[in-house]
């Protein structure tokens, strides 16, 4: 194993960062750059500088690696640019690269074996099979040339690591494997893309086929409108089960790692003190299409973004902030690079295997992105010919499925055949040959420009809202809202997402695949909703409903979305009428305050808290007095919100079995809460057997005895101890890797990352999770001032570099966990001054 020198590693220790008053000041966040450090001549003469030979390059290339980790690329053309982008982001993520090539390809079996058939049978199954030059060129007018760029930089790399095996990170050596190179393909995959509700509309079905479609809305949380949940008579939904989706789940998961994987010096034993054995096949994927996905507990991811116009800043700079809510595990999902050549100056983040900058700015205006529920899959249920299971029932008449022969490589063993099916509508994903039944997913994302986030390349050189209203016109997968402020004080927002036109259904439900459900096209992106300079003067999005009143394509639109209380924080605090600036951005940004507790907290004011013995009478009315006299604030340090986070779990964890029926729960999932803070302020008819028979006394028993479980969790989990939210046994982030439930105990110490004390949780700006080790949540946020852009501020957690033997690989660790944050330089000179690296790429033979 090499381990990568870096210069000036010295000074990680002193990194600056931008602190805001919970970090410690009481003053406004400033840069706190390390002495010597600010004049180019000091970065000059400390910086190392390395210079590599690199077929394939038409001119050479500087790298400037900051001290964050961050490339800044410097090139001569277009070519160079991309291929210099691909080539040092596979330096910093080659492990993350092959895993993802695997996954892409469908040739995880190849590694580990039979048990992934299934994810590569799915990969496969849904693999673009259209016109490549077309995908590709949808993406950018040269997206062609750009992305082949792309991969010839993955591959120049890939190429030098065969050639020196030091330069492979320790995961190789563990799992026995080398990296192997890219086609375009790999990019354009969809096995990654947040793809929405396929899922959903599999579990609603079968839950309205055991209990109705009014039992069904009544205990979910649909909106606008009130959607059609029956089934059409001719599914019969008793055979509707979770096994349809078998295959579909397999290639969209995370992959999962076995002891047996690794070389036997690496492996986890029963004897590995501190090793979970539990977690073996759980691994938190850092790469997989966690997104927007619920918790364990309940719903409590999403994303958060804002922007303010020119007016409503104290600089006259329109601002721009966004923290994408995903995967918290080691490495980072997101990857931070700058990109400098003709035509291009663009700086920000996105997914390292993908060419461009999904997030960011590019000196003219700044961009950012939140899911927009936009529903792009259908599930299709065919009835199948009795004597052959290759033909479907279609407009009265019977269709052959196209099927395609594959062999699929196999460790250890022969290649493995398996024959790929499709209807007119999509992949066959399922067949029930007993009673001649096929399933079909369609998607959307199958069409030309379904790859996620590529569509990013045309953005990153729109110069005004109309340029970027266009780019955005191809940004098809995910449904998003992006976010735009500029130079010139305007800003807009804009949702996109391929969009099927439903007319008859409301897309939640599995449907008949005869020709009766047929999508009527695709709502063109520009026409959903969008506004540009509000009267308001800001605009924000947090994955709640933000449909127009009237919006006359309704049928284009989706029906679940996030609770609400993240943006209407986010909009109670930039409605205030004050002119903001960068540092209250950022404590935005990192903004503890649960407006569940501001409205769940009083409803403890009227209620008994009665029952066991005076000791627990006394502890209750002390703990209802800690939060009656709270500020509603989920600290870190605080013992009311443990107390009340303690309560907040007890409540959703037993309204389920309160109102959900028994054999749909494991259908229908956690329960909104907005709709369990709504059903305790006007208590329905469910509450009544707890107040003999009177629903306001049962709700009141109800608040009672969940408030007096959750000072028994409390006791329980700390003892005699003081109580306190953020303690390593309540509110804590420790990153996993994918490899470490499958690891020994000092391998593991070195692939993990924490923990530290976490605030926060799945409704507050600062998204936490409802967990208590924090697995989701803005692992990547950006916060910009258009046309002041040196001032821009970041963070990526736990660093850069997915090498865990790299000094950058937890570098940025701490300060994200305080809620710091990091300067995002920008122009030449600042970017100088703070330069680790110096790499100089350099054509072969020059």
């Not at 992105?369 to 033909?391: G, I, K, M, S, W």
């Not at 992106?525 to 800001?538: A, E, L, M, Q, S």
């Not at 709270?630 to 309160?658: C, K, T």
């Not at 605030?759 to 936490?768: H, K, L, M, P």
């Amino acid at each position: 194993m090499r381990i990568r020198a870096v210069a000036l590693f010295a000074l990680f220790i002193m990194l600056p960062v931008w602190r805001d008053s919970r970090a410690g000041s009481a003053s406004a966040p400033t840069v706190d750059l390390p002495r010597d450090a600010v004049g180019g001549d000091h970065a000059l003469a400390t910086a190392r500088t390395e210079t590599l030979r690199v077929p394939g390059l038409e001119a050479q290339v500087e790298i400037l690696k900051d001290l964050w980790g961050i490339s800044h690329i410097y090139a001569e053309t277009e070519h160079d640019l991309f291929f210099a982008q691909g080539y040092s982001a596979v330096r910093d993520r080659l492990f993350q690269f092959e895993i993802w090539r695997r996954q892409a390809t469908g040739t995880v079996s190849e590694i580990l074996g039979p048990r992934e058939l299934d994810r590569d049978r799915g990969a496969r199954l849904f693999q673009f099979r259209g016109d490549l030059e077309a995908e590709l060129n949808h993406y950018h007018p040269r997206g062609s040339q750009i992305i082949r760029a792309f991969v010839d930089g993955i591959n120049a790399y890939i190429a030098e690591a065969e050639r020196a095996p030091d330069l492979l990170p320790v995961e190789f050596e563990m799992l026995g494997i080398q990296p192997q190179p890219w086609t375009p393909e790999v990019v354009i995959s969809r096995h990654q893309g947040l793809l929405m509700n396929i899922g959903q509309e599999l579990n609603l079905g079968i839950a309205v086929a055991a209990v109705g479609a009014e039992k069904v809305k009544e205990v979910s949380y649909f909106h606008p409108g009130e959607p059609e949940l029956a089934l059409d008579p001719a599914i019969d939904g008793s055979l509707l089960q979770s096994e349809i989706l078998d295959v579909y789940r397999a290639f969209r998961g995370p992959v999962r790692f076995r002891p047996e994987d690794l070389a036997p010096r690496f492996r986890a034993t029963a004897l590995d003190e501190g090793t979970e054995l539990a977690l073996v096949g759980e691994a938190v994927d850092p790469w997989g299409p966690e997104g927007e996905r619920l918790e364990a507990e309940w719903p409590g991811t999403g994303s958060n973004n804002w922007v303010v116009a020119g007016s409503r800043t104290l600089s006259g700079h329109a601002i721009m902030a966004n923290d994408p809510h995903r995967v918290q595990a080691a490495p980072s999902l997101r990857y931070l690079t700058h990109l400098v050549g003709p035509g291009w100056n663009v700086i920000g983040g996105g997914e390292p295997v993908l060419p461009g900058i999904s997030i960011g700015h590019n000196g003219y205006g700044a961009w950012g992105l939140t899911v927009f529920q936009t529903d792009a899959e259908d599930l299709y249920v065919y009835e199948t010919h009795p004597d052959n299971p290759n033909r479907y029932r279609y407009e009265g008449a019977w269709e052959a499925m196209r099927v395609i022969e594959d062999e699929i490589p196999v460790g250890g063993q022969t290649a493995v055949r398996v024959r790929h099916k499709y209807t007119r509508h999509g992949p066959v994903v399922y067949e029930d040959r007993d009673n001649h039944v096929a399933y079909a997913v369609r998607a959307g994302w199958m069409e030309i420009g379904g790859a996620p986030y590529l569509a990013s390349l045309r953005m990153d050189q729109a110069k005004t809202w109309e340029e970027f209203v266009d780019a955005c016109n191809y940004s098809n997968i995910p449904g998003e809202n992006m976010v735009w402020a500029d130079a010139d004080g305007n800003i807009g927002w804009q949702a996109v997402g391929i969009a099927p036109i439903r007319r008859n259904w409301s897309g939640l439900v599995p449907v008949p695949g005869d020709g009766r459900y047929e999508w009527d096209g695709y709502l063109e992106i520009r026409h959903k909703p969008h506004v540009f300079n509000p009267d308001k003067g800001f605009w924000s999005t947090a994955n709640q409903n933000l449909v127009p009143p009237g919006y006359e394509h309704r049928d284009a639109v989706g029906w679940s979305w996030s609770d609400p209380f993240r943006s209407a924080r986010i909009d109670e605090v930039l409605a205030t009428g004050r002119r903001f600036t960068m540092s209250e951005m950022m404590q935005l940004a990192t903004d503890y305050l649960s407006l569940p507790a501001r409205s769940l907290v009083p409803m403890l004011r009227a209620v008994e808290l009665t029952g066991g013995s005076a000791g627990d009478r006394e502890r209750a009315e002390a703990a209802r007095r800690d939060l009656l006299d709270w500020d509603f604030e989920l600290a870190p340090d605080s013992r009311e919100a443990a107390i009340y986070v303690s309560w907040e779990r007890e409540l959703r964890n037993q309204m389920g079995p309160l109102v959900v029926p028994a054999e749909v729960r494991s259908q229908l999932g956690g329960l909104s809460l907005k709709k369990i803070i709504d059903w305790l302020g006007s208590p329905p008819t469910w509450f009544a057997p707890l107040g003999d028979g009177d629903p306001v006394a049962g709700r009141d028993a109800f608040i009672a005895r969940t408030f007096a479980d959750a000072l028994d969790g409390l006791e329980e989990r700390f003892g005699s101890d003081p109580w306190r939210y953020g303690d390593a046994r309540f509110k804590h982030v420790r990153l996993r890797h994918p490899l470490s439930g499958v690891v020994n105990a000092e391998m593991r110490e070195s692939l993990e990352v924490g923990p530290l004390p976490r605030g926060g949780n799945g409704s507050t700006v600062n998204q936490a999770g409802g967990g208590d080790n924090q697995t989701s949540g803005p692992s990547f946020r950006i916060i910009t001032e258009a046309g002041d852009w040196d001032t821009a501020v970041f963070t990526n957690n736990p660093g850069q570099s997915g090498d865990p033997d790299h000094p950058m690989y937890r570098n940025l660790f701490e300060g994200w966990a305080t809620d710091r944050f990091f300067p995002l330089y920008y122009s030449r000179d600042r970017v100088e001054a703070v330069v680790a690296d110096r790499v100089v790429l350099s054509p072969a033979g020059r």
